[in-house]
């Protein structure tokens, strides 16, 4: 019976080791990022649905490869961290190659030639016909991509100002801010058509540009598979099809005949608040948590030992000094490199883009937190503690009864000030792809080109909450003066 049992574990263990391997093989997902916000490479229709050039070339690569695709929207500025971190298997978001860039990933075989192009008014026809035409004037261009690097080296005097997608371009182009901008002259034609702007090519191309997929340098088994696949899509016409698909209306119209999409009130409701109720549940847990550990926090910046106490101060200041964004990309995309380096399992410390959110928060919200905590501490005078301990009370029973009542009143303001730029401060999450409310309002803008008009919804959806906190704020403040703890003369 013993032999069986050790039979039947050994036989067991082989077929579930044989089941894994043959997943990761062949079932795995191919697992794509893009940034969801550039059309008519990627970007979200009218229906709600994901689409586009990138989109279909990565469904199609998934196919031949025989694994389910992933796709992953996230902000093109953290889009290479994310793929060194692990988070995704390759970028299929139009990323042109760089020498840079090929110092840090490995590239495919090129799956469309580009060309960069200046865009300008139609009215302003007359006065610019190249970039040297704008000199001293400001352009617009997308951050992080190689049409800002190249007019920010080769053109010093035009004023390159960078935005995080077209609609941001073509708001400040309509209000007259820039003069231009450089981008792909297929999608700035298909974009400025979808958007009904009369925005026209200025001159020649700027120069070619080879558009491929990175992968990271130890994953070369990959980038063979992915570029076996472009090659078969190639030889079959499947590219050729999908470029006419995407491009050849965009090429050969102008940009009067299409008017703005107009999305139906329940997608808009439907995207705008699932993604407010992301934003709402990474702050409160954010707040709940950081809130727990300000108070011990605070207590040691004030009363621990000297030596204790600047350890925590610096550290405290070294949080609150720097910027919370490299904070959460610190999280989100080192952290794991930083496992890698102690010799540890980078799943060891790779966090899924709301936990990483979330701790990041926390750790902010904390930080903050326990300084208003000091504060108010040092606010009761030290004669408050000395009167308890006469009284007969204990040293907990002098803190919880009588100094912090009188600390916590004078907490209330600044928490609540806490609070509420935490809540702001989420917007961040959407750089490494949290789908809060900013995302969302980006994606549809995306679709709509109305960028007010949902930003001011978030806005909206922002304050509704806000504002209570701030009221209620208020309320627990007057309430507790009426308890009977003034402020101390």
């Given at each position: ?328 990309l610190f999280v989100y995309a080192g952290a794991p490199q930083l496992g890698v380096a102690l010799g540890l399992p980078a799943e060891a410390f790779r966090l899924s883009p709301m936990q990483a959110g979330i701790l990041t928060l926390t750790i902010n919200a904390a930080a903050f937190m326990a300084e208003v905590v000091r504060s108010g501490l040092l606010a009761v ?85 806000a504002w209570p906190l701030m009221k209620a704020s208020q309320r627990l403040e007057d309430r507790i003066r009426k308890r009977g703890y003034e402020e101390s003369a």
């Open positions: 019976m013993r032999l069986f049992w050790r039979q039947f574990i050994f036989t067991t263990l082989l077929l579930w080791m044989a089941a894994v391997t043959s997943a990761q093989d062949s079932g795995s997902p191919f697992r794509v990022a893009l940034t969801g916000k550039y059309p008519p490479m990627s970007f979200y229709s009218e229906e709600g649905e994901l689409t586009g050039y990138d989109v279909e070339v990565s469904k199609e690569i998934a196919r031949r490869l025989g694994r389910p695709v992933e796709i992953i929207t996230t902000e093109w500025a953290g889009i290479l961290a994310g793929l060194q971190a692990g988070r995704y298997d390759a970028i299929v978001g139009s990323m042109a190659v760089t020498p840079e860039r090929q110092e840090a990933v490995l590239f495919s075989e090129p799956y469309y030639i580009s060309g960069a192009q200046l865009f300008i008014r139609e009215e302003d026809r007359s006065l610019y016909s190249s970039l040297e035409d704008l000199n001293g004037k400001a352009i617009g261009a997308v951050t992080g991509t190689t049409y800002q690097h190249t007019v920010e080296s080769e053109y010093p005097e035009i004023d390159v100002r960078t935005y995080q997608g077209d609609p941001d371009i073509f708001q400040d182009m309509t209000a007259g801010r820039i003069d231009g901008f450089v981008t792909d002259k297929l999608v700035g034609l298909y974009n400025a058509k979808r958007a009904g702007k009369a925005f026209i090519p200025a001159g020649s191309l700027m120069y070619d540009e080879r558009i491929a997929i990175p992968v990271t340098k130890d994953n070369r088994q990959l980038l063979d598979q992915i570029n076996d696949a472009l090659r078969t899509m190639e030889n079959d016409g499947t590219l050729d099809d999908l470029k006419r698909k995407w491009f050849g209306d965009a090429a050969t119209t102008g940009a009067d005949s299409r008017q703005p999409v107009r999305l139906s009130t329940d997608m808009v409701m439907k995207r705008m608040l699932a993604g407010f109720a992301r934003t709402l549940f990474a702050a409160g847990v954010a707040i709940i948590i950081g809130f727990i550990l300000a108070i011990p926090f605070g207590v040691a910046l004030k009363s621990a030992p000297k030596g204790i106490r600047g350890a925590l101060q610096f550290l405290n200041d070294f949080v609150r000094g720097t910027p919370l964004l490299v904070q959460l005078p030290a004669g408050q503690t000395t009167g308890a301990l006469a009284l007969g009370l204990s040293r907990v029973q002098a803190f919880r009864y009588v100094v912090w009542p009188q600390a916590f009143r004078v907490m209330i303001p600044p928490l609540m000030n806490s609070i509420v730029a935490l809540l702001k401060d989420t917007a961040l999450l959407s750089v490494i792809s949290v789908a809060e409310v900013i995302t969302e309002a980006q994606k549809l803008i995306s679709i709509t080109y109305q960028p007010m008009k949902f930003y001011l919804f978030a806005a909206v959806l922002f304050f509704l909450v």
